[in-house]
């Protein structure tokens, strides 16, 4: 059990896209009514609230509080630029909170800022990797992993519930 804790804890990243689907797959299971959302709409709010949000909001934690521990998970020495990547991570998190009941234009805010910094994480672990053989979990396994998928998945979350809207409305209104 000590060791299942520190894989969820450790790639949490993965954990909290796993609840995400899980919280999606349990909103779909209510009644159809009027006014249910769509898969592509809980999709989108449950990826944006822990994908996005408790994603981000427990990097936030890690980078400000718990600095030496994130840097030696990811292979780096302790530096400011922790506490910067966390404070960072703590705005990605409130956007992602309020993507979770906000509409398309505000998930949209959530997928693609966080998308920036993480496609460019990906890229900078692949520097670390081919240039200063970092290969620690938290540089070259599934955090790595995510840093491509998430963005990914929230942008075909995207398009799917962009497919869905009604054409006569305005995203720009």
Not at 25 to 49: F, K, M, N, V
Not at 61 to 83: C, K, R, T, Y
Request: glycine share 10%; net charge neutral.
């Amino acid at each position: 059990m000590e060791q299942l804790v520190a894989f969820l804890l450790s790639n949490f990243t993965l954990t909290f896209l796993i609840i995400a689907a899980i919280a999606t797959a349990i909103s779909q299971l209510r009644p159809r009514a009027a006014g249910h959302p769509s898969l592509a709409e809980s999709a989108l709010a449950y990826y944006s609230l822990f994908a996005i949000g408790f994603t981000f909001l427990y990097n936030f934690v890690m980078h400000v509080f718990l600095g030496d521990l994130a840097a030696s998970f990811i292979g780096w020495e302790n530096s400011p630029f922790q506490a910067e990547v966390g404070w960072a991570s703590l705005g990605f998190a409130v956007v992602g909170f309020l993507a979770f009941k906000g509409g398309f234009e505000m998930r949209l805010a959530a997928v693609v800022g966080p998308a920036c910094f993480l496609l460019g994480a990906a890229a900078g672990h692949v520097y670390q990797m081919v240039t200063a053989g970092n290969f620690a979990p938290g540089n070259a396994g599934v955090i790595f992993y995510t840093d491509i998928f998430v963005p990914l998945l929230g942008a075909l979350l995207l398009w799917m519930r962009y497919g869905t809207m009604s054409r006569t409305s305005s995203i720009a209104s």
